[in-house]
Nanobody
Framework: QVQLVESGGGLVQAGGSLRLSCAAS????????MGWFRQAPGKVREFVAA????????YYADSVKGRFTISRDNAKNTVYLQMNSLKFEDTAVYYC???????????????WGKGTLVTVSS
């Protein structure tokens, strides 16, 4: 069983930066590939970024490529999402998720956090 708790969300002006964190419980964190997803009001949940259990490979949605960076610290059981050059359309609840399938997909994730709200003012 893995429990995930996101933090770091908040209100930021367009062009600004935020770093989200997702702390995981359990001793098997490195076995899980991690992903960030987001859901804006009235929209379906969408993929943002993913990173393999080892941290060696990551990939991004086109909408955030070049602006967001996913990373992880397996010693701290934590995955991060550094978000730069934020846009109004990045406003959403951001969720981290853990799964053992690669590449990741929302339907294949085993565990989800409760989310953290990011609001970007224009």
């Amino acid at each position: 069983q893995v429990q995930l708790v996101e933090s770091g969300g908040g209100l930021v002006q367009a062009g600004g930066s935020l770093r989200l964190s997702c702390a995981a419980s359990g001793r098997t964190f490195s076995r899980y590939h991690m992903g960030w997803f987001r859901q804006a009001p009235g929209k379906v949940r969408e993929f943002v970024a993913a990173i393999r259990g080892s941290g060696a490979i990551s990939y991004y949605a086109d909408s955030v490529k070049g602006r967001f960076t996913i990373s992880r610290d397996n010693a701290k059981n934590t995955v991060y999402l550094q978000m730069n050059s934020l846009k109004f359309e990045d406003t959403a609840v951001y969720y981290c998720a853990a799964g053992q399938s690669w590449p990741i997909a929302a339907t294949g994730m085993d565990y989800w956090g409760k989310g953290t709200l990011v609001t970007v003012s224009s």
